[in-house]
């Protein structure tokens, strides 16, 4: 199972395998209580993308688009399947406020095929 979160949520067992998704460290977290197993910031979207995003969020399907085909050819999706595969639940940290339109939820749907 795949789920996301944002990394200000207080972590819980149920979130098994927890992975930063972020390319940035989040504000006002400490890495010491993080509660994270893996930082993969590769595999979020690429600095270029993310500025051009955050400048105009309304182009919410153009980002998604972009996003997507930076993702077909992220080299750390393998390490990020590879730790899907060897966990049952695995949870994908995200800090940005909307948790309706954010990268963490695009990610989530490219590995799950919905």
Do not use: C
């Amino acid at each position: 199972m795949i789920q996301i979160k944002r990394i200000y949520e207080p972590s819980a067992e149920s979130d098994g395998t927890r992975i930063l998704v972020d390319r940035l460290w989040p504000r006002g977290v400490k890495k010491e209580t993080a509660h994270i197993d893996k930082w993969l910031k590769d595999i979020a979207p690429s600095t270029d993308l993310r500025k051009w995003f955050h400048q105009d969020t309304s182009q919410w399907d153009e980002f998604r688009a972009k996003y997507l085909l930076e993702l077909k050819q992220n080299k750390a999706l393998k390490d990020l399947q590879d730790i899907i595969k060897n966990n049952e639940t695995v949870t994908l940290l995200f800090s940005v406020r909307d948790v309706e339109q954010n990268h963490a939820l695009i990610l989530k749907q490219f590995l799950t095929g919905n």
